[in-house]
């Protein structure tokens, strides 16, 4: 039996989820497949697990909640067990390297790659009665990957007489991936759409999109905070350290101390809860157009004469009513070619805040909210702030669906966020800032109409909003290289990855040519031929290197080259060079400007690429980086941005691969003859597949090369294939590091070398022997 709290009780009985409980329940009891979409706030993490526990889903097995984010995996396990009157002993939570899961745990929140890897020791999740996958929306790539394990498990636990049920929830209405994909569900699963009362929430736009998104979110909650009434802000923006600088800074601004009584004071000098009051006092500020919150203001006020005694409520407005500036389209433009000269604008602007926050005496109660902020300061964010202040919380796409912060009314929005975009090349991914997609906008607009009407205020203008800002982002998965995916699902013991029933499936001749091209660089092989039944489908496992490889974050290629420079004392370099690669055009001027090497012959040579990379951070060191590139042809550019990968890259390694610890210097020595020739080894070796033979010989000697890529340039007479960064290989080595490519032999001529658009590859027949020695 539960005991809850009158108070927990009460708070409960106001989400709309409650009042669905029993139609719940009686889907869930008839159903194995259920899909539970609902606006964020509307209770599906905190209640549904508690719904199924009531019903006596954890009596004999464990309730399995999933969550794709390490914030919510905490936040809600804690609270669920609050709710419930149990201890974490009973409601626990799990995640790579931390959990308080006991055998007594009754309900468990986990992250979805931890029950990916339980899968793989207990396939068919023997422990649970309930997988519930939350937050499916996100489309990370562990719950792509467990929706699809979890299609076929929960049949097969029917066949074995003890049924396991699959909730999928979602905080969008858009499941049509899950429900209109029949590989996935042969029959679509029942959906229910939780009804929430969503109040409005008008949405401004900037006129003008300032690149400066900070500065722009700054201001703003300045605005609201020095003129707007009461209620709480919630600021969007990409990374802890943007939440900590905007923390700082508004704290700054207002502060808060804890032996001044803010209740008199406010009641004084600022009847905040007075909505007329409040827009009667006059703006100290100069008026600025683009200045949206100055334009609610007039709205607001205009409003209020017309209705003076009839409402001291805000103005209902309808969530859809986009508010569009006019002639901004123009506006934009102008602010890209001359970033600098607004950005000057808006510092004098800035300045002009100064009088409003100093005549302003409420105190700002600012906290941050982010992944890897600990558990009691995340907390903070559910409390009330102290009497008299104004809550007020910066924050990462957190807080977008995984967290609902009560009483927020004021959202601003900087329109960014940090996604993981990967080199297509080279598989080394980076987090980039990217515009949201207009999806995300609206999840983070609707933060504000939680409790009452609200506003949302996006820092840039409507025309990014339109043209910059893509509907949806594709699912993770499905940005992801492939070759990259068919390694990390082989590796997770799922064979047939070319049938994997995904939710949205990559292109299955893409992912047919990636198990090719592992399997001729040794990561993937054919089993031994004693278990492969007549009709079976070919099924290519994981090498041991293959699982050392795997365990490098960049395509398996080059994870290669990384896992075979390790045992070399190469890795310092082959980071460094594989940084290079992953950067297009790092030398633009003539080889023959390059002063160190003497007869440089190809731009891929790792001598040649390391010596650039080595002198040009020696030159950065002593601040001469500009000059030095101009004049030996490097992009500066790119040398920059080598730079940053190669820290990214080292640390990523240094965390990700056991027993590796590499530190970055700068300022590396190029590598001496013998260790650039086993660079060139190591390239062959994760190249071995592109591999070219020069026919007519020049000035170049060398007649074997491996490349990086092929591509083709030009139109018609004009066209041309061109190979970029290109390596010297000598034909010896090809037995010793690709044994696939034994006894290559001649050319031929007939029929002759042809371009494969598909694979991007030239078709090239030999005379000779392929196959193993
Ligand atoms: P959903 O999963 O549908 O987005 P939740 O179940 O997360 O909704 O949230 C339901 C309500 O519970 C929200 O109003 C939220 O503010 C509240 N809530 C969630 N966690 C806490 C907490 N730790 N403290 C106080 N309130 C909380
Ligand atoms: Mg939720």
Redesign the pocket.
Same mark, same amino acid.
């Given at each position: 039996e539960v005991k809850r709290d009158p108070k927990i009780q009460v708070a409960r009985l106001k989400?709309p989820i409650l009042g669905e409980e029993q139609r719940i329940m009686e889907l869930i009891n008839e159903n194995e497949f259920l899909i539970v979409a609902?606006e $964020?706030?509307?209770?599906? $993490? $905190?209640?549904i697990p508690q719904f199924l526990y009531e019903a006596g889903y954890a009596e004999h097995k464990m309730i399995a909640v999933t969550e794709p984010r390490r914030v919510a995996t905490v &936040?809600m396990a &804690?609270?669920v067990g609050y709710e419930l009157g149990l201890s974490s002993k009973e409601v626990s939570y799990l995640m790579r390297f931390e959990g308080n899961v006991t055998k007594d745990t009754k309900i468990k929140f986990m992250t979805d790659g931890v029950l990916l890897k339980e899968i793989q020791s207990d396939f068919l999740l023997s422990k649970y009665s309930v997988v519930i996958i939350d937050e499916a929306h996100e489309r990370s790539v562990y719950t792509d990957i467990l929706l699809g394990l979890l299609s076929r498990i929960v049949p097969l636990r029917r066949k074995r007489g003890s049924p396991l049920r699959l909730i999928i929830m979602s &905080?969008t209405l858009r499941v049509e991936d899950f429900t209109e994909n029949t590989r996935l569900f042969k029959d679509p699963p029942p959906v229910i759409n939780i009804d929430s009362r969503q109040f409005p929430v008008t949405i401004h736009f900037n006129k003008n999109t300032n690149s400066d998104y900070l500065k722009e979110a700054y201001k703003k909650a300045v605005k609201i905070h020095t003129r707007l009434p009461e209620g709480g802000i919630l600021i969007f923006v990409t990374g802890q350290q943007e939440v900590r600088y905007l923390v700082k800074k508004l704290k700054a601004a207002f502060p808060y101390r804890k032996d001044v009584d803010y209740t008199k004071l406010i009641t004084k000098n600022k009847p905040v809860s007075d909505v007329d009051a409040a827009l009667d006092s006059e703006p100290e500020d100069i008026e600025s157009d683009d200045d949206e919150v100055e334009r609610e203001m007039k709205r607001a006020r205009k409003a209020r004469r017309k209705a003076k005694q009839k409402s001291k409520t805000l103005p209902k407005i309808n969530l859809d009513d986009y508010d569009m500036p006019e002639d901004d389209g123009q506006a934009d433009l102008v602010d890209d070619e001359d970033s600098e000269g607004h950005l000057s604008d808006s510092d004098a602007e800035e300045d002009s805040l100064t009088p409003a926050i100093k005549s302003c005496r409420q105190p700002l109660w600012v906290l941050p909210l982010y992944s890897m902020l600990n558990q009691n300061k995340q &907390?903070r964010v559910?409390n009330p702030p102290p009497a008299g202040a104004r809550l007020c919380v910066v924050s990462t796409d957190v807080a977008e669906?995984s967290i609902?912060?009560?009483s927020i009314r004021y959202v601003v929005d900087t329109g960014k966020k940090k996604m993981r975009v990967y080199d297509h090349a080279t598989g080394a991914s980076a987090w980039r800032v990217v515009w949201t997609s207009q999806a995300s906008a609206g999840q983070r607009a609707g933060r504000a109409g939680r409790t009452a009407s609200g506003h949302a205020y996006r820092v840039y203008s409507s025309a990014v909003f339109q043209h910059d800002c893509p509907p949806h982002h594709a699912p993770d998965l499905c940005r992801r290289p492939v070759d990259d995916l068919v390694l990390t699902m082989k590796c997770m013991g799922i064979d047939k990855v070319v049938n994997f029933p995904f939710p949205t499936a990559p292109d299955r001749m893409q992912l047919r040519l990636a198990e090719k091209r592992l399997e001729a660089l040794g990561i993937l092989e054919k089993p031994p031929v004693k278990n492969v039944r007549k009709d079976d489908e070919e099924v290519l496992k994981v090498t041991p290197l293959g699982k050392a490889v795997s365990a490098f974050p960049l395509l398996p290629r080059y994870g290669k080259m990384l896992a075979l420079s390790h045992q070399q004392n190469l890795l310092p370099f082959t980071i460094a060079l594989v940084s290079a690669l992953t950067v297009p055009e790092v030398m633009t001027g003539k080889p023959d400007s390059w002063p160190a090497t003497g007869n440089v012959l190809l731009l891929g040579d790792p001598g040649v690429l390391l010596r650039a990379i080595g002198a040009a951070e020696y030159a950065y060191v002593k601040g001469e980086e500009e000059v030095f590139c101009a004049k030996y042809g490097l992009r500066e550019k790119a040398i920059k941005e080598i730079r940053k990968l190669r820290k990214q890259l080292t640390s990523e390694i240094n965390l990700s691969v056991a027993g590796v610890n590499v530190a970055v210097d700068p300022e590396m020595k190029p590598p001496n003859d013998n260790q650039a020739r086993l660079l060139r080894q190591l390239v062959l070796s994760g190249l071995g597949d592109q591999v070219g033979k020069k026919i007519a010989l020049d000035e170049v000697k060398q007649e074997w090369v491996v490349f990086q890529e092929l591509y083709e340039t030009g139109a018609d007479e004009r066209r041309k294939m061109v190979m970029r960064n290109v390596t010297a290989i000598e034909p010896e080595w090809l037995p010793l590091l690709v044994p696939q490519l034994c006894n290559l032999g001649e050319p031929l001529d007939d029929p002759p070398p042809r371009y494969d658009e598909k694979s991007g590859r030239v078709k090239c027949h030999f005379k000779g022997t392929f196959g193993k020695a």
């Open positions: 989400l609902g $964020t706030g509307s209770g599906k $993490t $905190t209640q &936040a &804690a609270r &905080a &907390a559910f669906t609902t912060i009560p």
